[in-house]
């Protein structure tokens, strides 16, 4: 019954910026936690940034100062804002959100290349 539906991905160069959105529709509970997760490619997933129901924020190393999330709990809506990107960067960006139950997207692509 639920959809997270991420939007906001492309092809970008290095440098560029993106702002990548996942809105959640469906039975959607009381939110514990909303994130962003990515997976280059032949790699694991990994979390890039959290933001629990309390509104702390959590960054991965690697996007520390470059990536913002944010969110629009009225609207079940999280953000991530992403700047100064590398072609490190690049894998499918994946919205997560807990709430009575774990819930995932299916993922938008962020391609950084010249």
């Known amino acids: 019954q639920v959809q997270l539906l991420e939007s906001g991905g492309g092809l970008v160069q290095p440098g560029g910026s993106l702002r990548l959105s996942c809105a959640a529709s469906?039975?959607?509970?009381?939110?514990?936690?909303m994130g962003w997760y990515r997976q280059a490619p032949g790699k694991q997933r990994d979390m890039v940034a959290t933001i629990t129901s309390g509104g702390a924020t959590n960054n991965a190393d690697p996007v520390k100062g470059r990536f913002t999330i944010s969110r629009d709990s009225a609207k079940n809506t999280v953000f991530l804002q992403i700047n100064s990107l590398k072609p490190e960067d690049t894998g499918v960006y994946y919205c997560?959100?807990?709430?009575?139950?774990?819930?995932w997207g299916q993922g938008t692509q962020v391609t950084v290349s010249s």
């Open positions: 469906g039975s959607i509970f009381s939110i514990n936690l």
């Open positions: 997560r959100i807990i709430h009575v139950r774990d819930d």
